[in-house]
């Protein structure tokens, strides 16, 4: 079984991969995309970078992309980012713990070897293209037409007061 965080690894992964390889896509689009909150978007971002799976680009324009080519990648080198390790050193040992703990660890390594060999192309396979549109902003009314230029009502300067005050004809 996946967790969950491991599972919304995989769309982000999936996500990343359908963009165009020169366009990183940020963290916000993602989270629009995937429905989430940007902050859990942005902590699993950070586990992925930290284990070496996406490069973030800093800046106007940046973002995320793959570190590797998405053909390299497997499920297994996603899932592994969010597995929790489990301390099997209890100090309660039981024929019947021992017995189950070895059934957890041959389930986890069946578990690892099937998702090695699932590469995660097979997931973008069914993600769509993301392509990227240029936003236009839609005003809420038309445009309002300018005020005409307004004589001022005092003068500017002290050295002005003379002209305010005797307007000189043209």
Known sequence: MLNARAVQALKVIALI?????CRPINS????????????????LLETLKKNEL??????????????KCVDELSVWDVVRC????????VEIRTKEYSSCLEICLQLHQIKQDF???YPVTDITINSPQIEEKAVVRKLSSPFKPLASKLAPAAPNSVFDLPNFMYP???
Do not use: C, M, W
């Open 82 to 89: 969010f597995e929790q390790e489990e301390d099997p050193s």
């Open 28 to 43: 916000r689009q993602l989270s629009l995309r995937l429905g989430l909150s940007t902050s859990y978007i942005e902590i």
């Open 17 to 21: 991969a359908s963009t165009s390889s």
């Open 54 to 67: 996406v490069v973030a680009k800093r800046g106007p324009g940046g973002g995320y992309h793959l570190q």
């Open 115 to 117: 998702l090695q060999n």
């Open 168 to 170: 000189r004809a043209a």
